[in-house]
């Protein structure tokens, strides 16, 4: 069955002529709060035909985040596209960066180091590394008596 279904994945025809999605989208960054996706598509006419514009907005309150994605027709676009980085839209200079595609099981907040004091037992590299930072992997287990208590519960004057 999931051999089926990777077979299809693999075999359905990709959008317009050039793939993914991702590989012909940018992203604009510093967009102004009241921008529409109109003016937007505008702003990229002359790179070529804009299949979709999409404004991010906060999921709570429903303002803007001040990014957005641009689709176009073809990889070609996004290529013209970069030329409008730094540009002025709507009186803001705009940030235009290709797509990044998100690959499963990178995640960009690891910042791996150091690994062993979130829980994670590793291999001798935590013993090796302790010995040059201070702190790594030191922490001891369990409760510690650390003497007495901050705050005391009681207030005496003598």
């Known amino acids: 069955m999931e051999e089926e279904v990777e077979k299809q994945m693999n075999t359905s025809p990709p959008l317009g002529n050039a793939g993914p999605a991702d590989a012909r989208s940018i992203y604009v960054g510093n967009v102004d709060y009241g921008a529409t996706a109109e003016e937007l598509e505008a702003h990229f006419h002359g790179c070529d035909s804009v299949n979709r ?74 013993s090796y590394l302790s010995r040059f930072y201070s702190g790594f992997n030191s922490r ?15 207030y005496s004057p003598y």
């Open 140 to 154: 001891p287990q369990g409760r510690v008596y650390r003497g007495r208590a901050r705050a005391t519960s009681w």
């Open 53 to 126: 514009v999409t404004i991010l907005c906060d999921k709570f309150s429903g303002h803007p985040k001040g990014f957005a994605y641009t689709e176009f027709s073809d990889k070609e676009s996004v290529r013209t596209s970069l030329v409008s980085d730094e540009s002025l839209f709507r009186g803001r200079q705009i940030k235009v960066i290709p797509k990044r595609t998100n690959r499963p099981g990178i995640n960009t907040t690891d910042r791996g180091f150091p690994r062993a004091r979130y829980g994670a037992q590793t291999t001798n590299y935590n």
